[in-house]
């Protein structure tokens, strides 16, 4: 019932007794123990404007500027940001620039 109500909610099951240990489970999905996306983290599984809206956000635009510049409305923006922010396992803005220099989204402090 516990797979069953989490997938109903979106989220993800995993049992862990079957999978060996959480590390492996883990590690399955490009991510660290600790919860934090790691270098090779699941950046291919994102569309191409989860993307850019991940560059975007790595350059330090405002919910408002990504809207003007992709065309799309704030709200829209701001749910592209919480998916982002869920399937990378990540807490904040900070993650979101660390993760996209490492893998190449944003190449470094010069593109802000």
């Keep these: 019932m516990s797979a ?3 997938i109903a ?10 999978s060996g240990s959480i590390e492996n489970v883990f590690g399955e999905y490009g991510l660290s123990a600790r919860g934090m996306a790691s270098k090779g983290a699941p950046i291919h599984s994102l569309s191409e404007r989860e ?17 003007d510049r992709v065309a799309l409305s704030v709200k829209t923006i701001e749910s592209y940001r919480a998916r982002l922010m869920q399937k990378l396992v990540l807490r904040n803005r900070t993650d979101l620039r660390r993760l996209a220099i490492e893998s190449g989204v944003l190449r470094g402090p010069d593109q802000v």
């Design 51 to 67: 993307r850019e809206v991940l560059g975007e956000v790595a350059k330090g635009y405002t919910n408002q500027q990504i809207a």
């Design 4 to 6: 069953i109500r989490a």
């Design 9 to 18: 909610r979106g989220r993800v099951f995993v049992d862990i007794q079957s």
